[in-house]
């Protein structure tokens, strides 16, 4: 039998080539992607969204600026998290995002956001933190407890 995975792999390429010749991948799509791998830490665990107010149903009631909150939980720990937009009338400053941990913790607190930009901000005692002018568009979160015991999470990308 021939060596078929190399002409696969033969195949693929060039397939790969005539696509990315006639069709190829918008810049801020291939930006985006390098940014979410970039992020990818392996001593991280995922936090998983167990709560989204816009999925609670009746959001067509909602005012058109109420905050969003969600809940992610990795291990032992919790992340509720509010995010909220500006008003439409209001100067170009960013989104809010004001958060707390549970257990409440000391932590460093990062929000990403797709194009790149990290904000760091620090969660005090309580596990409270607020990070300001986070551009529009996908964010994600990473804690890293300031207590090494407990482990650092991350959570999904939040649109």
Known sequence: MADETGADDALLAELRTVIDMDDPP????????KNSLDWLDADHQIAELVSDSHLAGAAALRAAHEPRV???TAD??????????PPAAAPPDGRRVIGQIVPPAPAGV?????????????ADEHGRFRATGVSP???????RYDDASRPPFVTTWIS
């Open 76 to 85: 032992e720990s919790t992340l509720v998290v509010e995010v909220v937009e």
């Open 137 to 143: 568009g996908p964010v994600t979160i990473s804690v």
């Open 70 to 72: 969600l809940t992610f």
């Open 110 to 122: 990062d929000v990403r956001t797709a194009d790149g930009v990290t904000t760091h901000v620090r």
């Open 26 to 33: 918008p810049p801020a799509l291939v930006e985006a992607i």
